[in-house]
């Protein structure tokens, strides 16, 4: 069979990675992809903003199934053309996308499904949210309504902060027409965890859990980034707590769609914060998390063909999930100046060294190939170095042996990806 990825980053690198190992694919093309990806599938620089053109390209090389990694695409209504032309595609069409593509949506369907999260008030206008802020005091949370590439929620400590929050999103138009309508939210601390499900609309296959490290310095300080590092599972979320999950969030959530006439295929993400052994949802995503999804899938043991037909085909309930039950940790290595502006095309080393090591995963995120074929650095963030290991310290000293042997100019990465979970070991003296 013939396989399309849409996307070009460690969690397409991912998916490519696992379909390329199943005995039903025969070619897989990626668009727009990377160097990583190149080495497994044809990169194509059709633009994804252009439905039509990668109708005409599925068509044309016959493509069996096209898999959707970011959000925008699903957002813009890929799937709902893909489908009208009779394409088989996984992902969630434009309504249900919503519930990534506008926080305002995903909120309304959780008070309204009783899921469990955090306190909210939506505005347009930008006197009435600064009188509420200014009412509710701080800390607390501001977001754009719509997609802002992962950077529309504040976390205000003082109420300035929040206003200026504020201004930035409705008066400045920061993030465009994603702000025309903004949320004020009731801050929750506690410890987030990514939660991830295969779902055809009926069946939800919950896939192991991870927790990512959204800010770029050690021991969490700085500004967020898409993502520094990850680990999987994360011990926060215990079987139990992974039950209640499923009951309480993960199945309301596409009832209560399906109550609206939205039907939710593909891939259902909650970013949950655990707060005294009990969760909250801090948002839906429409897609598999990245860097999250470059640990998940090194432990998937399933045909991962398998899975994305038994999606598109609504058969996912004959599926049965296998895991590989040695815990992984994933390093994101990042180019000089990210999450800043920052530098392009430096040259990457070290990368067949580490391809000779057991149970390392590289995934490419910002690579490409240089007109003299070397790996060169191309984005933000570059690689994501995955480890499997007997338990997660090893996986983590693995992960960081193989990161030690790659080498670009101006090359920086968080040193502690992963202690939060070997702390958490030695408190409770658990062996994972
Ligand atoms: P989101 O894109 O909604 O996941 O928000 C990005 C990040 O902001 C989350 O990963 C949290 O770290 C933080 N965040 C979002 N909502 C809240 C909230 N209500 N309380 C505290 N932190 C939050
Ligand atoms: N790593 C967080 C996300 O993919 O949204």
Not at 182 to 200: K, P
Request: net charge neutral; proline share 4%.
């Amino acid at each position: 069979m013939k396989f399309l990825v849409i996307g070009g980053g460690g969690r397409e690198h991912a998916i490519v990675w696992k379909l390329s190992q199943s005995r039903h694919t025969d070619k897989i093309f990626c668009c727009p992809g990377n160097a990583g990806i190149s080495e497994l599938a044809e990169c194509i620089s059709v633009n994804d903003n252009n439905f039509d053109a990668l109708l005409d390209f599925v068509r044309y090389e016959g493509i069996d199934l096209t898999i959707v990694g970011p959000e925008a695409p699903l957002s813009k209504g890929i799937v709902d053309v893909f489908e009208k032309n009779g394409r088989k595609i996984v992902g969630p069409n434009m309504k249900a996308a919503q519930l990534e593509g506008s926080k305002l949506f995903a909120k309304d369907l959780m008070k309204r499904c009783g899921i469990p999260t955090a306190e909210y008030k939506a505005f347009t206008s930008y006197l009435h949210a600064e009188d509420y802020v200014r009412m509710k005091g701080a800390p607390i949370v501001i977001k754009a309504d719509g997609l802002a590439a992962g950077k529309g929620v504040i976390v205000a400590e003082t109420v300035e902060e929040a206003i200026a929050g504020l201004r930035l999103i409705m008066k400045g138009r920061a993030f465009g027409d994603a702000g025309n309508k903004v949320l004020v939210e009731e801050c929750i601390r506690g410890e987030e965890a990514s939660f991830m499900a295969f779902t055809d609309g009926k069946t939800i296959l919950p896939m192991v859990s991870a927790q990512d490290h959204k800010r770029i310095f050690d021991g969490d300080k700085g500004p967020n980034t898409g993502g520094m590092g990850a680990y999987s599972p994360a011990p926060v979320l215990t079987p139990e707590l992974e039950a209640i999950v499923m009951d309480k969030v993960m199945r309301p959530a596409i009832k209560g769609l399906q109550s609206d006439g939205i039907k939710y295929k593909g891939i259902l993400y909650a970013g949950l914060m655990i707060k005294e052994n009990k969760p909250s949802v801090l948002e839906f995503n429409c897609r598999l998390g990245d860097p999250e999804t470059q640990p998940v899938l090194a432990r998937l043991k399933t045909d991962m063909v398998d899975i994305a037909l038994a999606i598109a085909d609504e058969k996912l309930s004959n599926i049965n999930l296998e895991w590989r039950p040695e815990p992984s940790v994933c390093v994101v290595m990042a180019s000089k100046g990210y999450p800043g502006a920052y530098e392009k095309g430096q040259v990457i080393e070290g990368l067949n060294d580490v391809k000779k090591m057991d149970n390392i995963f590289v995934f490419h995120s910002g690579t490409s190939l240089s007109r003299d074929n070397k790996v060169v650095t191309s984005g933000g963030r570059a690689l994501g170095v995955t480890a499997l290991g007997r338990d997660i310290r090893d996986a983590k000293n693995k992960a960081y042996n193989a990161v030690e042997k790659i080498h670009f100019k101006g090359m920086h990465y968080r040193k502690d990806i992963a202690d939060r979970a070997i702390n958490r070991f030695k408190m409770h003296d658990t062996p994972l």
